[in-house]
């Protein structure tokens, strides 16, 4: 979606740096063969992923909501030699897509995928983060957070997507079916309410949220 008008939006993704060739192959085989393609981080925010984590020169990465790895490829960019990635999903239709792309780049030895609910996955990851990126399900964002604020590192960073959902994070009457407006309307206050964590939401596409642990 788009925040400013389409051809402002055009000309910020012209003058900001080139999609690498990989992730143009990853995005158009997910368009030709993987439902939602709209799911994916895409050329822009990839790019401000990327740059991001390379500001962050992260050790380690933690990403919840895999998708076909998009997004865990531009975030390994910028992590250390040494460093690893763990980015959980549920879907296990998408586990050796996910994984053919990360062995035809340079950091497949550094990604590594769980799969699963991430509330049961993360427990078991025996690790400290310097790098969080949050999107999947919106419902749990709220739990996701509890879960790994312990483990972020001080000056650590959480990237959380689709904050603002379409606009609808505005809307003070919802249908009984939507949980994940008022989930994220929720998560939303908490960020900007809670002590621990410096925070400012970026309208970037549907929203993207940094947040940087104080303590």
């Known amino acids: 979606m788009h925040f400013i008008k389409e051809e402002l939006d055009n000309y910020v993704v012209a003058h900001?740096?080139?999609e690498p060739e990989l992730l143009a192959k990853l995005t158009r085989e997910t368009y030709q063969k993987i439902l939602q393609p709209r799911m994916l981080s895409g050329h822009y925010q990839g790019r401000l992923l990327s740059l991001i984590s390379k500001l962050v020169n992260p050790k380690n990465v933690l990403e919840i909501g895999t998708y076909t790895g998009y997004s865990a490829l531009c975030l390994a960019e910028g992590i250390q030699a040494e460093g690893e990635l763990h980015t959980i999903d549920i879907n296990e239709e998408l586990v050796d897509f996910q994984r053919?792309?990360?062995d035809l780049s340079e950091y497949g030895n550094q990604i590594h995928q769980h799969l699963g609910n991430a509330l049961d996955v993360i427990p078991n990851l025996n690790l400290d983060f310097d790098l969080v990126f949050i999107d999947a399900d919106k419902d749990n964002y709220?739990?996701?957070?509890?879960?790994?604020?312990?483990?972020l590192n001080k000056g650590g960073i959480i990237l959380s997507d689709n904050v603002l959902w379409s606009g609808k994070v505005l809307n003070t009457e919802f249908k009984k079916e939507d949980t994940s407006t008022p989930a994220l309307i929720a998560y939303n206050k908490l960020l900007k309410e809670d002590s621990r964590v410096e925070t400012v939401v970026l309208p970037i596409r549907d929203g993207l949220t940094i947040s940087r642990k104080i303590y």
């Open 142 to 151: 709220s739990q996701y957070f509890e879960i790994i604020i312990d483990k």
């Open 16 to 18: 900001s740096e080139n």
């Open 100 to 102: 053919k792309y990360f």
